[in-house]
């Protein structure tokens, strides 16, 4: 399988390290041979190649901040677009791996749009074109007989999007309801055993779960775009940001959390998505529920079902090996339906 | 999908009733269009009808306790066996309900090796074949071409396969350990709460989830035959039960209970495979590990993986209509792989 990488941040560094090491486990164990033809980023250059990139050597010049370090080929181009390089038809998937923009998903969306024109399948682990415009992605894919998957965009590899839509296939989801931002739950879990909101931000930044500017996540916008994602896919419904209740975790005082906790009760940051709409706002929950348990940067969904009743999911939400195996997981998706 | 189906006693009847009240949003939504052509039962007789048998009728006739109650059709023929009805040459896919036999697997086994050499695919609700089988079972589907599934055979609908062997197929698995006996962890459950060994007992056979004989599930007995279906799934190992440690929660006492309360723990027969064996065993679990909170008969696993770490499903591990939620699951993967 011949892959296009957009972005090769975090994540795509994350997924090129997994290729890198388990490379002769996933030929010999699940009959996959993956290469990487081309890789383009908004600062780093672009490299293509259509015999295949070299792994190592990707993420050796990543390290230097530029592709120029990449060894010269006679057969290697440098900055190639993403359009140029679809445009080669050598590619069988695109791999969008570049920064999540929720206000207007491009240019991944326009990338993402002229790929299936193409043929290639998908895999996304940016949010912005799942968040904003899954249901023409999907309608586009379908027509095309084409593989658009997007595991990644929520809860990182635990494998929310195959378990809902493929998986539990056979059940009617009657709502999703979970914690979708670690480092929101990270504050939680601390101030619950005693640290001040800001004492749990800093550490939680110190720890590289929040970013400088936490706005994202302790105001609730992260954990929006994923309840839009989770309309789009669970209920087919198209939402904005502004069809949600959205708020974070700023309002809840010390006095909040201990209140709970004297009353057998935990705030969780709830994301919930239903065929009517979706919130994200602090929730107590009982400690009888699942999602109460769940501690520290873990993410965990509920998904309430007609046959099975509630069935719950927890694992990581984040991390560079943990979104890059989501990746990985679509496309050994994409490769078993090829077969 | 053409569909036989061995055994219709609560799993085989629930699934039926789904396929009763589903038909219409399974072809819509799925284009997933199942036929019941032929039951063999070992107590009620056996039909077969190449148009397709009638659901509903079918599930009367059931309660009846016997299909001499099916109405009568110029094409139905009774009293086939399973061998002439595969032999029949109309079916696509063997669903085995039958009772579940842990010592031989038989006569399952000898009906799934048939089915699979004559075309067609299997899943399965039945333990025995997969648990004391399935290397053999796998090996002549992979030969074929066939899809051999059996989501029924642990936790329920509640997809701990698919997501084992599919959604997380990236992944090297290292350990699966779980809550996979609901009537165990409901007598457990209630024992924390202050009831006895013996009054928690009566209770769970009085709600119908332990058997009069109860040996099997709180001997440990039926998650140990979970233990031998991982062994084989995750890590291609076959085991016999002599190769297990199985221990249950007959020799605990409330005074055992009561301690690991005070100490901030719980008691939970675990169920656990690995590459180097299984074992079933009471075991004190921090309230911090995600197992501990999962109460009543609900079921539990946690998977160790390389790349994830630590993933948790948490769902339904028994029931009429959850049981048959993971047969139509199982269908409906055969479906899409298919298409």
């Known amino acids: 399988m011949k892959l296009i990488l957009v972005g090769f941040g975090v994540v795509g560094q994350g997924f090129a390290e997994i290729l890198q090491s388990k490379a002769s486990w996933l030929s010999r164990e699940r009959g996959f041979v993956p290469t990487i033809v081309g890789v383009v980023t908004a600062t780093k250059g672009s490299l293509f190649l259509p015999d295949g990139l070299d792994s190592s050597a990707l993420l050796a010049a990543a390290e230097t901040g530029s592709f120029d370090a990449y060894p010269r080929h006679a057969d290697l181009r440098r900055d190639m677009s993403v359009s140029d390089i679809i445009g080669a038809g050598i590619a069988d998937a695109l791999v969008e791996v570049s920064p999540t923009n929720l206000d207007t998903a491009q240019p991944a969306l326009a990338n993402c749009l002229q790929a299936l024109d193409a043929g290639l399948h998908l895999a996304l682990a940016n949010k912005g074109p799942v968040a904003l415009d899954l249901l023409r992605l999907r309608a ?157 940067a873990t993410n965990a969904i509920t998904l309430d079902t007609d046959l099975m009743g509630a069935v719950t999911l927890i694992g990581a939400g984040a991390g560079k090996r943990e979104t890059g195996s989501a990746i990985l997981a679509d496309l050994l998706a994409i490769n078993r339906a090829a077969r």
């Open 140 to 296: 586009k894919a379908n027509a095309k007989g084409l593989q658009l998957r997007y595991e990644a965009t929520v809860m990182a590899g635990t494998p929310i999007m195959q378990m809902a839509e493929e998986a539990l296939a056979g059940c009617q989801i009657q709502a999703a309801r979970g914690i979708l931002n670690g480092t929101t739950n990270y504050i939680l879990t601390q101030m619950e055993n005693g640290m001040s909101y800001a004492d749990a931000l800093a550490q939680a930044q110190a720890l590289g779960y929040a970013e400088t500017d936490p706005a994202g996540d302790v105001e609730g916008w992260d954990a929006a775009g994923k309840v839009l994602i989770l309309a789009g896919a669970l209920f087919g419904r198209r939402l904005n940001m502004s069809d949600l209740d959205v708020s974070g975790i700023t309002g809840l005082a010390s006095d909040d959390i201990a209140d709970a906790k004297a009353a057998g009760e935990r705030y969780k940051l709830i994301a919930e998505a239903t065929p009517d709409g979706g919130s994200v706002a602090a929730t107590r929950l009982p400690l009888s529920n699942p999602l109460a348990s769940v501690s520290g």
